[in-house]
């Protein structure tokens, strides 16, 4: 690791999920970056974590029922996991998988974690790239709206 550069610590968040009726579903664990160690300007430059406007969803909504126009909404599953970062992360080892005689070893990330900063920018770069390659417009006024007029999506 680059001297200049200080590693991110790391976590496991444990979730329970249960079903309609309070019986316990499943077990979840997310690990997730302690993102809120990153300094501005050091380990990072902007932020930015698109939403849809309920005013914009509101109106596409009328237009399309209206027209009988085609709506998709996706929902990915580790969104967040799938970005790539554009800057060089390190991440510490988690307590209790270290090796002995590796302790000063630390993790390079190529794909974005939960908890870091450059997450959100990472996924919506993902996902606009395959819109834009697939033949998507995106609104100039509403970053989070891609419109196709004619032909299908392959996925």
Request: charged share 25%.
């Amino acid at each position: 690791m680059p001297k200049e550069v200080k590693a991110i610590g790391v976590k496991w968040v444990y979730k329970t999920k249960l079903k309609e009726n309070g019986d316990i579903d499943k077990y979840k664990a997310r690990l997730v970056s302690k993102g809120y160690a990153q300094h501005y300007g050091v380990d990072y430059i902007e932020v930015f974590a698109p939403m849809a406007k309920l005013d914009i969803i509101r109106i596409i909504l009328s237009l399309a029922a209206q027209n009988g126009w085609i709506i998709f909404q996706l929902n990915v599953k580790n969104a967040f996991l799938h970005g790539e970062l554009t800057k060089e992360i390190y991440v510490q080892h988690l307590i209790g998988f270290i090796n002995k005689g590796e302790e000063e070893k630390v993790h390079k990330r190529r794909k974005a974690l939960y908890g870091l900063k450059q997450a959100p920018m990472a996924w919506y770069n993902k996902i606009e790239g395959f819109f834009l390659q697939n033949g998507f417009e995106r609104c100039f006024c509403e970053h989070t709206l891609f419109t196709k007029s004619a032909g299908e999506v392959q996925f």
